[in-house]
């Protein structure tokens, strides 16, 4: 039987409020365990949560970028549930009447077609605390640092069908909150996270199957890895007769395996009612204008233009604009280099970017700044250096050895255009190797690569690789 995967993804965005959502105790990440959870976070006899009115700019700000409808009203409720990281007993979130819905996000995939995901709605909580096993053998610690830190919980519908999808959709929106400033994005801090609902069912069925619930997949690489695993697992068991259960399942990385963790709750158990001491989410048209005018460039409008104002390829635009600071990093290049927009991109996909992760740096810690490599490009296109010696130069730069045109002194570096000289070491190697100049004349043409290569190991690579092809041609 032909299979087909439905997933839908959960995705929980921490929203970069400096104060947490319904009190004023920071959000800063780092802090010790405990040091940042208030009376309110705790939920102690006698406080009152107060709104944070920038989780509420932020969570219209997504909306508006996915054509989502904002709703003029809508509803904070508990959620009851027991666990020792929930301080209260329940947490503050939104059920009936979520702040945003009926949004779309379109993604690529991989065979370059285009296809548009659905987004259910996206309401906002408050986070839990955080349960920490590592450090106690026998016994957890729990940390509450992170109760009641603003997240912005964005369901999709259940339109992906593979884990590639999953994770092209994930990626998207993980630009896409970076892009808006909603979010930093830090997955390693858990500050952006997905649980994943996958079910299977027979190919060209419109019924789904029993969905299994994946919790707290905190990288793309694990959500592809978790998604596939769990893909197989259903198909075995179907196939083998049984009964996919619904259950909530975790992901050891490690084994590479999805693990049982509870049966699957559903809305009734939770319990949720209107929160008593919150009154309704009122937004007016004013309000939304205000957010929208806040808005920045978003991704796919800022890729469309790199492709008609630099005439980059649709390929080198995606990638340049998959965040927003690779994207102001390129601008400022290509403004700098006073060449090619194609010679600026292809550095900083190329040499900066493997440069970047070699040392593991994100781009705005780069000790090559936009304008100094624009500064090493103008040195190509003004023929100072060829592009072979700029990488040289680029390493340097790296190292801390000053900029473009300071390094290409310092080394010597500037490029022979000098046509007595190159034509002199032309001379030179064509009179050592009579052999190659004969069997070069007699039809091997592939040795001219041979006297280009000597004439520039003779002039340290520093001949304008141009002229030597011009001179060369002409000698021989």
Request: charged share 25%; glycine share 10%; proline share 4%.
């Amino acid at each position: 039987m032909q299979w087909e995967t439905v997933i839908g993804l959960e995705i929980h965005a921490q929203l970069a409020t400096r104060s947490k959502i319904f009190s004023g105790a920071a959000t800063a990440y780092g802090a010790a365990p405990n040091t940042q959870a208030c009376a309110v976070d705790l939920g102690l006899p006698g406080v009152l949560p107060v709104l944070n009115e920038g989780a509420v700019r932020m969570a219209v700000k997504l909306g508006l970028a996915i054509g989502a409808d904002i709703a003029p009203r809508s509803v904070f409720a508990r959620k009851n549930y027991f666990y020792p990281d929930l301080p209260k007993g329940y947490q503050i979130s939104q059920y009936e009447l979520p702040v945003v819905s009926r949004g779309q996000l379109e993604i690529e995939l991989e065979d370059g077609q285009a296809k548009t995901v659905g987004i259910t709605r996206a309401h906002l909580e408050e986070d839990a605390g955080k349960s920490l096993h590592e450090d106690f053998h026998g016994m957890t610690g729990i940390d509450l640092n992170r109760a009641g830190t603003p997240l912005l919980e964005i369901v999709s519908e259940p339109d992906l069908r593979s884990a590639r999808e999953a994770v092209a959709y994930m990626k998207k929106l993980h630009s896409l909150v970076r892009y808006l400033g909603i979010c930093d994005g830090n997955m390693q801090e858990g500050s952006f996270r997905c649980d994943a609902n996958v079910s299977v069912r027979p190919r060209g069925s419109d019924t789904f199957g029993t969905r299994t619930e994946i919790k707290n997949l905190n990288s793309f690489r694990f959500v592809e890895r978790a998604i596939d695993y769990e893909v197989e697992r259903q198909i075995d068991v179907l196939e083998g007769g049984g009964t996919v259960v619904q259950e909530t399942r975790l992901f050891d990385p490690d084994q590479g395996e999805t693990r049982p963790m509870r049966s699957k709750e559903e809305a009734n158990d939770y319990r949720y009612f209107p929160d008593p001491d919150l009154l309704p989410l009122d937004i007016d048209a004013a309000f939304i204008e205000a957010v929208r005018a806040t808005l920045p460039e978003l991704p796919d409008e800022k890729k469309h233009r790199f492709m008609e104002q630099y005439g980059l390829s649709a390929y080198d635009a995606g990638v340049l604009t998959a965040s927003r600071e690779m994207a102001d990093y390129f601008e400022a290049v290509a403004a700098a280099c006073q060449g090619p927009a194609k010679t600026a991109a292809n550095w900083v996909m190329g040499e900066l970017s493997a440069a970047l992760n070699k040392d593991g740096l994100e781009i705005g810690d780069s000790p090559v700044t936009a304008e100094a490599l624009g500064g090493l490009l103008r040195r190509i296109h003004d023929n100072t250096i060829s592009g072979k010696i700029a990488k040289e130069v680029f390493e340097a730069m790296w190292a801390g050895e000053g900029d473009a045109d300071t390094v290409i002194e310092a080394k010597g570096l500037k490029q022979i255009t000098d046509t007595g000289a190159i034509e002199q070491v032309i001379d030179q190697v064509i009179a050592d190797h009579p052999q190659q100049l004969e069997q070069y004349r007699a039809g091997k043409d592939k040795l001219f690569g041979f006297f280009v290569g000597q004439v520039m190991k003779r002039t340290g690579g520093k001949a304008n690789p141009a002229q030597v092809n011009d001179l060369l041609k002409g000698k021989l």
